[in-house]
């Protein structure tokens, strides 16, 4: 569930009836909209935001406005509301972006920026965004935000920053290359023609010329000032004499016209501003439920809180309206701020305990917000109340935390500032402690918080909420068992929190149940893995847990294709991308890899390229994932397909080299048997034998026994893995060893048993519509194909594979190399893959003696491999062969 927009944040603040024009100003705003920015920095109370809701109602431009508030330091808060303040521009722009912004792991802000920014440039007309009070961001990650999208902004756009402070953007390099329009307290003071105007037209007051000039110079120029002051008077008899009754800092000028302004006004407005002060909007109602009884002895306004907040922006007392329609408002910030200071002294004064009197203003305040469906800012009051127990239930949220709700920040601050006593009394805060650190990556800190949930426990009854909180511990070290591909820990931990969840606890519950299935798929129990999967499926449909639904689809379509069934698991993946999105969520790149394999396997390798390189794409915006690493290698595997042994070569070393800095195990061995092919295709057999026997790759060691010759040590190891295979039900892993098998019967001299084994095979693999299975095993394959065509009854599957050998030029080992130079003349027949490593070997200059030793067999056979080598290539010698070879391609 995302976290509710707030529209009032949206709202453009109306112009004020009566206003102070200040063309001077206003045509430096017009004169900087064809730059990147406009910055008005300055204190508080100098109007900057009614400078520029007075530019916009003028300027020929839409805009937009986002009025900024602490709670928009989450990235995830400001990322979703900065898109909404530009969909008032164009409704329909960063509609797919919402959705990265709700994955458990948010991607790149680049990458999102990225898609928003061209979506912007696509606009026909220019338009402005606004950020209004930016000073109250204090992250650096949006500070990084905005900077790249004041770098990459297109034309169509200005953006303006109004703020308090100089924001952390490279304002240098904007000025110097004259992006940078900016406004400062200088320029906003007003001129004394300016003050004459406010004071006498806005404020009505009736002030000589001397006493206008003696306020502005006592005030200098400052609007806040001005107005206090100008507030203040109004019950003044002698307006001069208390002009020169104050002077000071702006601190103390404040505090001063404060209390003046409140003296002039009855106890019940006096009430109102003060009780309302602890509110950043405030409404009729929610003001009358604050207001609901009064502080100490004050009474409650008779008004109700709608007309007083009317009456409130009547009398210009630093009320600010926040949508046309006039019923949310806001205060002034720093007469909030001043109000706040005054009602934590007025109820010491009145109750003497300032804590506990303001405490039930945001516990009202909290109730309210609760009881209107906006649980993020009822636990905001709530923490703000120090009601430890109020905030608990809130964070939790009736089984939808809000950290699932773009509040993962304030959770976290809130549980950072709290004392380890408060939460050990409520254990349950450790674990939703743990779950919110696992959401944002922290995953260092998760077991710490886990162990001191456990430690808090200790010596509770094991009730139902105990049971459950077990639970939920067990779920959370199951997920970071994933995280590592811990098959036993995973199934350990899932176990035990399925067994203490409460049944009601479906999310949780759901989340385990994935988990769980993952773990069979790494033991390679896919029937419990499948089943498993389905009832993660189930259940997370009917309670709409989209992240689970995706991965247990996911799931399912990873066990179809291992058994085979490609047709299904590339309808499954297809699923998964249409519920991932456009842009889609990073998860994803699952889906394009399980698409990528099976186009590859349909022989269509230009699909099989995209889906791929989009796996890799997205797989490189997740933080410590071993997918990059899966994508690399299939990349890997194509690019030998298509001949590129030196590319595939390249990548696999990197993938290598990255898979054990990180430690990324589990990808080791799928990276070394495709280097084993790299290094068959380059004639390597030493540096082959050494990489299949080291990671015991059993299909992977057959193929080298038979580019060595040796058919029988092939078949061997073949049958028994084979068994292994059946044995555990391995479809997918049972049809490679048949294929290989074949082909090693075939090398063995048994024509008869291969063919028929083939068969075997080709009945396996026709329902899926395998092709590369065969065609990458070259021409021993297409020779067996040939004879299975002329005994067998599949005239058109088989008619199809011969076709793709046709496309593959009947000769796949020397296509590889054929890709760059076309042969000036064919071959009488193409070399073995033996005989191509014995030519390499010629090249490189090594004697028979020497090609007998390196290739462990016998000088007379590498003499029959010469001959048969100078045959095929119609030479004498070794140097013409190694010439032709090089015209040829081979070499």
């Given at each position: 569930?995302?976290?509710?927009?707030?529209?009032?944040?949206?709202?453009?603040?109306?112009?004020?009836?009566?206003?102070?024009?200040?063309p001077?100003?206003?045509?430096?705003?017009?004169?900087?909209?064809?730059?990147?920015?406009?910055?008005?920095?300055?204190?508080?109370?100098?109007?900057?935001?009614?400078?520029?809701?007075?530019?916009?109602?003028?300027?020929?431009q839409?805009?937009?406005?986002?009025?900024?508030?602490?709670g928009?330091?989450?990235?995830?808060?400001?990322?979703?509301?900065?898109?909404?303040?530009?969909?008032?521009?164009?409704?329909?722009?960063?509609?797919?972006?919402?959705?990265?912004?709700?994955?458990?792991?948010?991607?790149?802000?680049?990458?999102?920026?990225?898609?928003?920014?061209?979506?912007?440039?696509?606009?026909?007309?220019?338009?402005?965004?606004?950020?209004?009070?930016?000073?109250?961001?204090?992250?650096?990650?949006?500070?990084?935000?905005?900077?790249?999208?004041?770098?990459?902004?297109?034309?169509?756009?200005?953006?303006?920053?109004?703020?308090?402070?100089?924001?952390?953007?490279?304002?240098?390099?904007?000025?110097?290359?004259?992006?940078?329009?900016?406004?400062r307290?200088?320029?906003?003071?007003?001129?004394?023609?300016?003050?004459?105007?406010?004071?006498?037209?806005?404020?009505?007051?009736?002030?000589?010329?001397?006493?206008?000039?003696?306020?502005?110079?006592?005030?200098?120029?400052?609007?806040?000032g001005?107005?206090?002051?100008?507030?203040?008077?109004?019950?003044?008899?002698?307006?001069?004499?208390?002009?020169?009754?104050?002077?000071?800092?702006?601190?103390?000028?404040?505090?001063y016209?404060?209390?003046?302004?409140?003296?002039?006004?009855?106890?019940?407005?006096?009430?109102?501003?003060?009780?309302?002060?602890?509110?950043?909007?405030?409404?009729?109602?929610?003001?009358?439920?604050?207001?609901?009884?009064?502080?100490?002895?004050?009474?409650?306004?008779?008004?109700?809180?709608?007309?007083?907040?009317?009456?409130?922006?009547?009398?210009?007392?630093?009320?600010?309206?926040?949508?046309?329609?006039?019923?949310?408002?806001?205060?002034?910030?720093?007469?909030?701020?001043?109000?706040?200071?005054?009602?934590?002294?007025?109820?010491?004064?009145?109750?003497?305990?300032?804590?506990?009197?303001?405490?039930?203003?945001h516990?009202?305040?909290?109730?309210?917000?609760?009881?209107?469906?906006?649980?993020?800012?009822?636990?905001?009051?709530?923490?703000?109340?120090?009601?430890?127990?109020?905030?608990?239930?809130?964070?939790?949220?009736?089984?939808?935390?809000?950290?699932?709700?773009?509040?993962?920040?304030?959770?976290?601050?809130?549980?950072?500032?709290?004392?380890?006593?408060?939460l050990?009394?409520?254990?349950?805060?450790?674990?939703?402690?743990?779950?919110?650190?696992?959401?944002?990556?922290?995953?260092?800190?998760?077991?710490?918080?886990?162990?001191?949930?456990?430690?808090?426990?200790?010596?509770?009854?094991?009730?139902?909420?105990?049971?459950?909180l077990?639970?939920?511990?067990?779920?959370?070290?199951?997920?970071?068992?994933?995280?590592?591909?811990?098959?036993?820990?995973?199934?350990?931990?899932?176990?035990?929190?399925?067994?203490?969840?409460?049944?009601?606890?479906?999310?949780?519950?759901?989340a385990?149940?994935w988990?769980?299935?993952?773990?069979?798929?790494?033991?390679?129990?896919?029937?419990?893995?499948?089943?498993?999967?389905?009832?993660?499926?189930?259940?997370?449909?009917?309670?709409?847990?989209?992240?689970?639904?995706?991965?247990a689809?996911?799931?399912?379509?990873?066990?179809?294709?291992?058994?085979?069934?490609?047709?299904?698991?590339?309808?499954?993946?297809?699923?998964?991308?249409?519920?991932?999105?456009?842009?889609?969520?990073?998860?994803?790149?699952?889906?394009?890899?399980?698409?990528?394999?099976?186009?590859?396997?349909?022989?269509?390798?230009?699909?099989?390229?995209?889906?791929?390189?989009?796996?890799?794409?997205?797989?490189?915006?997740f933080?410590?994932?071993?997918?990059?690493?899966?994508?690399?290698?299939?990349?890997?595997?194509?690019?030998?397909?298509?001949?590129?042994?030196?590319?595939?070569?390249?990548?696999?070393?990197?993938?290598?080299?990255?898979?054990?800095?990180?430690?990324?195990?589990?990808?080791?061995?799928h990276?070394?048997?495709?280097?084993?092919?790299?290094?068959?295709?380059?004639?390597?057999?030493?540096?082959?034998?050494?990489?299949?026997?080291?990671h015991?790759?059993h299909?992977?060691?057959?193929?080298?026994?038979?580019?060595?010759?040796d058919a029988?040590?092939?078949?061997?190891?073949?049958?028994?893995?084979?068994?292994?295979?059946?044995?555990?039900?391995?479809?997918?892993e049972?049809?490679?060893?048949?294929?290989?098998?074949?082909?090693?019967?075939?090398?063995?001299?048994?024509?008869?048993?291969?063919?028929?084994?083939?068969?075997?095979?080709?009945?396996?693999?026709?329902?899926?519509?395998?092709?590369?299975?065969?065609v990458?095993?070259?021409?021993?394959?297409?020779?067996?194909?040939?004879?299975?065509?002329?005994?067998?009854?599949?005239?058109?599957?088989?008619?199809?594979?011969?076709?793709?050998?046709?496309?593959?030029?009947?000769?796949?080992?020397?296509?590889?190399?054929?890709?760059?130079?076309?042969?000036a003349?064919?071959?009488?027949?193409?070399?073995?893959?033996?005989?191509?490593?014995?030519?390499?070997?010629?090249?490189?200059?090594?004697?028979?003696?020497?090609?007998?030793?390196?290739?462990?067999?016998?000088?007379?056979?590498?003499?029959?491999?010469?001959?048969?080598?100078?045959?095929?290539?119609q030479?004498?010698?070794?140097?013409?062969?190694?010439?032709?070879?090089?015209?040829?391609?081979?070499?």
């Open positions: 569930m995302s976290k509710p927009i707030v529209f009032t944040k949206l709202y453009i603040p109306s112009p004020r009836s009566k206003a102070v024009l200040r001077r100003l206003i045509e430096r705003l017009n004169e900087g909209i064809q730059r990147k920015l406009t910055l008005i920095s300055a204190s508080a109370g100098c109007g900057k935001t009614t400078l520029v809701s007075e530019w916009i109602a003028g300027c020929s839409p805009a937009a406005w986002l009025s900024l508030e602490e928009d330091n989450d990235l995830v808060s400001f990322l979703t509301y900065l898109i909404a303040a530009v969909q008032t521009i164009a409704t329909n722009i960063g509609e797919g972006v919402f959705g990265l912004l709700q994955s458990p792991q948010l991607p790149p802000v680049e990458s999102i920026l990225t898609i928003l920014l061209n979506e912007i440039a696509a606009l026909p007309s220019n338009f402005v965004l606004v950020l209004d009070d930016y000073h109250v961001i204090d992250a650096i990650p949006i500070d990084n935000a905005i900077a790249f999208f004041l770098e990459h902004m297109p034309p169509q756009m200005h953006l303006v920053i109004a703020t308090r402070e100089d924001p952390r953007l490279p304002l240098a390099q904007l000025r110097v290359s004259n992006q940078l329009t900016e406004v307290a200088t320029d906003l003071r007003f001129t004394s023609t300016e003050a004459a105007e406010f004071l006498g037209q806005v404020m009505g007051l009736q002030l000589s010329s001397d006493n206008i000039a003696l306020l502005e110079s006592r005030t200098e120029g400052w609007i806040a001005l107005q206090l002051a100008a507030l203040s008077m109004q019950g003044h008899e002698d307006p001069a004499s208390f002009i020169k009754s104050f002077s000071g800092s702006h601190h103390f000028v404040l505090d016209l404060v209390e003046e302004v409140l003296k002039q006004r009855s106890v019940s407005i006096q009430t109102f501003l003060l009780c309302t002060s602890i509110l950043d909007r405030l409404c009729g109602p929610l003001c009358d439920a604050v207001l609901r009884k009064g502080v100490g002895e004050n009474i409650a306004p008779t008004a109700s809180g709608q007309e007083t907040l009317e009456y409130l922006e009547h009398a210009n007392l630093f009320i600010v309206p926040l949508d046309n329609e006039r019923r949310w408002y806001r205060y002034h910030h720093l007469f909030a701020d001043l109000l706040r200071k005054r009602l934590r002294q007025s109820i010491t004064s009145n109750i003497g305990d300032d804590v506990r009197g303001v405490a039930e203003l516990i009202r305040a909290s109730i309210w917000y609760e009881d209107n469906g906006l649980e993020i800012e009822a636990f905001q009051h709530a923490t703000a109340a120090n009601d430890t127990q109020r905030a608990a239930r809130l964070m939790e949220g009736e089984g939808m935390p809000l950290i699932f709700r773009g509040a993962a920040v304030p959770v976290l601050n809130w549980l950072d500032s709290m004392p380890n006593d408060e050990d009394a409520q254990p349950q805060l450790w674990v939703m402690y743990a779950s919110a650190m696992l959401m944002v990556g922290q995953m260092i800190s998760v077991e710490p918080k886990l162990q001191a949930a456990e430690k808090a426990l200790q010596g509770n009854e094991q009730d139902d909420k105990t049971r459950d077990i639970g939920h511990i067990a779920a959370i070290r199951a997920t970071l068992a994933v995280s590592k591909h811990q098959a036993e820990t995973i199934i350990a931990e899932s176990r035990r929190a399925l067994n203490y969840l409460h049944p009601d606890n479906l999310p949780v519950r759901t385990t149940t988990t769980l299935g993952y773990a069979y798929q790494l033991q390679g129990d896919r029937a419990a893995a499948s089943k498993a999967y389905a009832e993660a499926l189930s259940i997370s449909q009917m309670i709409g847990h989209v992240m689970i639904t995706l991965m689809t996911l799931g399912l379509g990873n066990i179809q294709e291992a058994q085979n069934q490609l047709h299904v698991a590339a309808e499954t993946y297809r699923h998964v991308l249409d519920m991932a999105g456009d842009p889609p969520q990073l998860v994803a790149c699952e889906a394009h890899l399980g698409l990528a394999r099976i186009c590859y396997e349909w022989n269509d390798l230009d699909a099989a390229m995209h889906h791929g390189q989009k796996s890799v794409q997205l797989a490189k915006q933080e410590h994932t071993d997918r990059v690493v899966a994508g690399e290698v299939f990349l890997a595997r194509l690019k030998l397909a298509r001949g590129e042994v030196s590319g595939a070569a390249a990548i696999l070393a990197k993938a290598d080299h990255f898979a054990r800095q990180q430690n990324f195990v589990n990808q080791v061995p990276i070394a048997a495709a280097h084993v092919l790299a290094l068959l295709h380059q004639g390597n057999l030493v540096a082959a034998v050494h990489l299949a026997q080291k015991e790759l299909i992977s060691q057959a193929r080298v026994h038979l580019a060595q010759g029988s040590a092939a078949l061997a190891l073949l049958e028994t893995w084979r068994g292994q295979a059946e044995e555990k039900g391995w479809e997918d049972r049809l490679k060893v048949m294929v290989v098998q074949a082909v090693a019967l075939y090398a063995h001299g048994e024509i008869f048993k291969a063919v028929q084994l083939l068969v075997d095979a080709l009945t396996m693999a026709e329902p899926g519509g395998f092709i590369r299975i065969f990458d095993e070259g021409i021993p394959m297409l020779r067996l194909l040939s004879e299975a065509a002329a005994h067998e009854n599949m005239p058109n599957y088989l008619g199809n594979l011969l076709a793709e050998f046709d496309a593959e030029e009947l000769n796949t080992e020397i296509n590889y190399a054929q890709r760059e130079a076309k042969p003349q064919p071959l009488i027949e193409p070399l073995s893959g033996r005989e191509l490593e014995v030519l390499h070997l010629i090249a490189q200059g090594l004697s028979n003696s020497e090609i007998s030793e390196r290739l462990f067999i016998a000088l007379t056979t590498v003499k029959g491999h010469n001959r048969i080598i100078f045959d095929k290539l030479v004498k010698r070794r140097t013409e062969a190694v010439a032709l070879a090089r015209k040829l391609g081979l070499l």
